[in-house]
């Protein structure tokens, strides 16, 4: 069941990276091009991470946040191998976290920041600009927050 994990976690990447090479193919960086009412592709690249968060500290964070990634990676997938036959949630909730978290990082190592493309607006407020790998993230983190909601409790009364 671990390789239904691991295949979920690759084919996130491998959508996340053939989106954003077809993003950085065919759009110009910062031009919106509007796609539907409040939804526009639009090229960009964060040198930081979520919201941009330290893309303006000069050039350390891109080796800090590679780490951190790695590191990440390292610990799900040592926790995906350490799953349980009936931890199935958990087993995709952590594959997506996973192949979102892989994706990022190999925009990180290559070209130093992280291809973004995805935007959402309201009249004039507009969400921070993101890709396939942060959505995967994000279902992810939201699938583990649910199932923490809905976790069977350990019945200590078993003798």
Do not use: C
């Amino acid at each position: 069941m671990k390789i239904v994990y691991f295949s979920i976690a690759v084919l996130a990447i491998v959508i996340d990276q053939l989106t954003k090479w077809m993003a950085s193919t065919h759009l110009t960086l910062h031009e919106q091009n509007p796609v539907m009412p409040s939804f526009n592709l639009t090229l960009m690249h964060n040198y930081g991470a979520a919201f941009s968060f330290l893309s303006n500290a000069g050039g350390w964070q891109r080796w800090f946040f590679t780490i951190v990634a790695v590191a990440i990676s390292i610990v799900l997938i040592v926790w995906i191998t350490r799953l349980k036959a009936n931890e199935k949630w958990l087993g995709v909730s952590l594959a997506l976290v996973l192949g979102g978290a892989i994706g990022n990082l190999i925009d990180r190592v290559a070209y130093g920041y992280v291809v973004d493309f995805i935007q959402w607006y309201y009249d004039r407020f507009y969400w921070p600009a993101f890709n396939i790998a942060d959505s995967a993230i994000f279902v992810g983190a939201g699938m583990l927050l649910l199932s923490s909601f809905f976790a069977d409790e350990p019945d200590d009364n078993k003798t």
